[in-house]
């Protein structure tokens, strides 16, 4: 029998998904309760789930392990918000959606005194009119620049190959933001990539730390100026293209090789990270 509430839960996760934080390959989670997992999974592919302890108090979960801790239909009090901020590795985040609560000050300050930063209580649901409260916190950072900060997110990634996403490096013209854009503008991709025997070679990678990792110093240099998108396709879909791809490159890559583009169909992208 279909649960008449399902198409709700569906909005709920799919609240949740839109919260998630920038992750290595795979995005290590944390479902209280898991009441989450199966719908999230649905919705990103690329997150394993690492636990989904029902009671918080005992927890089993590795200190600094967890890319993000979600609680469905919770309340804040001191177990949840002590055992998140445990397992949470530094910038990993705590999201909550209670459909039965209300965003307000009460919940920040909560939050705030157990030692999150980076705060945000909104309705967890905006149509057909606001419902819900969904609550997100971080763990604060460890390092204070953020190229630091994104090496630090990447240097836990044990096995790249395991992504189910790459992120390409992409020249989108034109050049506008996103809510510039009208629905029915052509727009082209460029994916960049270097000279290969014949053919160009496209810079793919295994998650989003990792492509922010590899432009800041590439950028810098001179080396490539006129990317202005991470576009994020399936890692089955690789297996389609008619060019080959290099996984993870490292910045010294242009000491060697020549930039080169490639037309790359923007309809075949997945939606974005944050």
């Known amino acids: 029998m279909t649960d008449p509430a399902a198409p709700l839960h569906r909005q709920w996760a799919e609240a949740l998904v ?25 919705l990103r592919p690329d997150i394993t789930v690492i636990a989904t302890p029902e009671a918080v108090q005992a927890w089993s ?32 985040r705590l999201i909550i959606f209670n459909p039965k609560d209300r965003p307000g000050k009460t919940q920040v ?16 649901l905006t149509v057909p009119v606001p419902s819900g409260a969904l609550l997100r916190g971080e763990k604060p950072h460890t390092e204070v620049r953020t190229v630091d900060r994104v090496k630090q997110v990447t240097a836990q990634e044990a096995n790249p190959r395991a992504a189910r996403f790459v992120y390409l490096l992409i020249e989108q013209q034109p050049f506008k933001p996103a809510w510039r854009m009208k629905p029915d503008e052509p727009r082209q991709w460029k994916a960049a990539g270097v000279k290969g025997d014949g053919e160009t070679v496209v810079l ?31 890692w089955e879909l690789t297996k389609k293209w008619p060019f080959p791809i290099m996984l993870n490159p490292s910045d010294e890559l242009f000491d060697t090789q020549t930039l080169a583009w490639t037309i790359i169909d923007p309809d075949e992208a997945e939606a974005p990270d944050e």
């Open 109 to 124: 300050k909560t939050l705030e005194k157990a030692g999150f930063t980076r705060i945000l209580v909104e309705a967890g």
């Open 61 to 92: 979960v590795d200190a600094d392990s967890a890319d993000a801790v979600v609680a469905l239909g919770e309340s804040l009090h001191v177990a949840l918000l002590t055992s998140a901020l445990a397992a949470l590795r530094p910038g990993g």
């Open 18 to 42: 839109r919260h998630l934080p920038p992750s290595g390959a795979v995005l290590r989670l944390v479902d209280v309760g898991g009441r989450a997992s199966a719908l999230l999974c649905e």
């Open 204 to 234: 793919a990678f295994s998650s989003l730390p990792r492509a922010v990792e590899f432009m800041q110093p590439v950028v810098m240099a001179g080396h490539i100026q006129s990317v202005n998108k991470i576009g994020k396709f399936a």
